[in-house]
């Protein structure tokens, strides 16, 4: 009922749905933006918008992987034991190679111990 032509909510909830969506988008690489790099936060942001769109294949992976993970705790509370470290570890797999595409935003690769 809220996505019927005469209901003014079905446009706002259409509305709120894609920001919720670019949002979540955006937050997967402001995570890797906010480790130890010196930008503002318009910068991290608005960097993370452009990511989040030139690698969209990505990103829809990632919302759909976390929303898998969610409804498996959801449905199975025992398995908040294991789906937050499997979805992170398999988002790190994804993003590493996004990460080295792009060493002028992300900073050079330091050997660990240096």
Same mark, same amino acid.
């Given at each position: 009922?809220?996505?019927?032509?005469?209901?003014?909510?079905? #446009?706002?909830?259409?509305?709120? #749905?894609?920001?919720? #969506?670019?949002?979540?988008?955006?937050?997967?690489?402001?995570?890797?933006?906010?480790?130890?790099?010196?930008?503002?936060? !318009?910068?991290?942001?608005?960097?993370?918008?452009?990511?989040?769109?030139?690698?969209?294949?990505?990103?829809?992976?990632?919302?759909?992987?976390?929303?898998?993970?969610?409804?498996?705790?959801?449905?199975?509370?025992?398995?908040?034991?294991? #789906?937050?470290?499997?979805?992170?570890?398999?988002?790190?797999?994804?993003?590493?190679?996004?990460? !080295? !595409?792009?060493?002028?935003?992300?900073?050079?690769?330091?050997?660990?111990?240096?």
């Amino acid at each position: 009922t809220y996505f019927r032509e005469e209901s003014w909510i079905g #446009a706002v909830n259409l509305g709120l #749905a894609i920001f919720a #969506a670019a949002i979540l988008s955006m937050m997967f690489y402001n995570f890797l933006l906010l480790s130890g790099r010196g930008l503002s936060i !318009k910068t991290q942001f608005s960097t993370s918008f452009v990511l989040g769109i030139r690698h969209f294949p990505t990103t829809i992976l990632l919302v759909v992987m976390l929303i898998g993970a969610a409804t498996l705790v959801e449905v199975f509370p025992l398995a908040a034991l294991f #789906a937050p470290g499997c979805f992170c570890w398999l988002a790190g797999r994804w993003l590493r190679p996004i990460e !080295k !595409k792009y060493p002028a935003v992300f900073g050079e690769e330091k050997p660990v111990g240096e």
